[in-house]
Nanobody
Framework: QVQLVESGGGLVQAGGSLRLSCAAS????????VDWYRQAPGKQRESVAS???????NYADSVKGRFTISRDNAKNTVFLLMNSLKPEDTARYYC???????????????WGQGTQVTVSS
């Protein structure tokens, strides 16, 4: 069984910064692509940033230049550094990871429970 736990959310003023973490635990063989998503009340969940096993990154246009995704493979953790935060960044942020685990190294997609980010104006 694999678990993803997000942390680092909170309340911040516009222009501030937060760093989110997504820590994976369990019988992990490898963590492949990892994505950060967010969902604001009344809106669909949207992809914010992604990172491949090799470290290639991709960002939504709305966060380019402000957010940086990175990973520490030794710690099975992915980070999302969010700078110059805006009120419209307010949402619950989730990580989604494709993980090979267990004795058979089966690959599944896992979600964390999310962490709330609130940006005040």
């Amino acid at each position: 069984q694999v678990q993803l736990v997000e942390s680092g959310g909170g309340l911040v003023q516009a222009g501030g910064s937060l760093r989110l973490s997504c820590a994976a635990s369990g019988d992990i063989f490898s963590i492949n692509d990892v994505d950060w998503y967010r969902q604001a009340p009344g809106k669909q969940r949207e992809s914010v940033a992604s990172i491949t096993t090799g470290g290639n990154t991709n960002y939504a246009d709305s966060v380019k230049g402000r957010f940086t995704i990175s990973r520490d493979n030794a710690k099975n953790t992915v980070f999302l550094l969010m700078n110059s935060l805006k009120p419209e960044d307010t949402a619950r942020y989730y990580c989604n990871a494709v993980v090979a685990s267990g004795p058979l190294r089966l690959t599944y997609s896992y979600w964390g429970q999310g962490t709330q980010v609130t940006v005040s104006s």
